[in-house]
């Protein structure tokens, strides 16, 4: 659960103005340090999981739609 929440994180900093508050906020009352810790564990996996970069990658190209 922890990694699609993370990636949701990940989308919403990425796509929105949003504060890291009012996203932890929505996505299930997470404080804005669990937001940041999230988007650091992100872009790291990132970088080294080809395949969450293809997921993440159809996902934005899906929500520029």
């Not at 299930?28 to 988007?39: K, M, Q």
Request: proline fraction near 3%; charged fraction near 25%; include cysteine.
């Amino acid at each position: 659960v922890a990694v699609p929440r993370q990636v949701a994180m990940y989308l919403c900093r990425h796509h929105t103005d949003a504060p890291l508050g009012a996203i932890g906020a929505d996505l299930g009352g997470r404080d804005h340090s669990t937001v940041a810790h999230a988007l650091g564990a992100i872009e790291r996996r990132l970088r080294e999981d080809a395949a969450l970069r293809e997921a993440v990658a159809a996902l934005r190209a899906r929500l520029r739609a």
